[in-house]
């Protein structure tokens, strides 16, 4: 059985940092691209960062670049985000996004729907 829990998520003051969490199991850790990304009520899904198998390549999307950072540990089978100076336009349900590819990562990393395993979500809120 698949889970995909995010955590780390909160209520904090512009400038602050939080770092979210993403704990995969029932998959080979080892095997998966994966992603964040982000939802408010009304919009569409929106891309954040995404990282390859071995961790080497990350991407970033304009809005957070320089102020996120993504990584993974595959011995503890976690993904992070780190968020620092986050600010209001930040607020929004982030999520964890998998899937097991036998490239680096997912052929367009960007499109959500390209990641089969979902997270249920964890809520950053950023108040200015």
């Known amino acids: 059985q698949v889970q995909v829990v995010e955590s780390g998520g909160g209520l904090v003051q512009a400038g602050v940092s939080l770092r979210l969490s993403c704990a995969i199991s029932?998959?080979?850790?080892?095997?998966?691209?994966m992603a964040w990304f982000r939802q408010t009520p009304g919009e569409e899904r929106e891309w954040v960062s995404c990282?390859?198998?071995?961790?080497?390549?990350?991407l970033y999307a304009d809005s957070v670049k320089g102020r996120f950072t993504i990584s993974r540990d595959n011995a503890e089978n976690t993904l992070y985000l780190q968020m620092n100076n986050l600010k209001a336009e930040d607020t929004a349900m982030y999520y964890c996004?998998?899937?097991?590819?036998?490239?680096?990562?997912?052929?367009?990393?960007?499109?959500?729907?390209?990641?089969?395993?979902w997270g249920q979500g964890t809520q950053v809120t950023v108040s200015s």
């Open positions: 990282i390859g198998r071995s961790g080497a390549r990350t």
């Open positions: 029932g998959l080979r850790f080892d095997d998966l691209a």
């Open positions: 996004a998998a899937d097991p590819c036998s490239m680096g990562w997912v052929p367009s990393p960007l499109d959500f729907k390209e990641y089969r395993y």
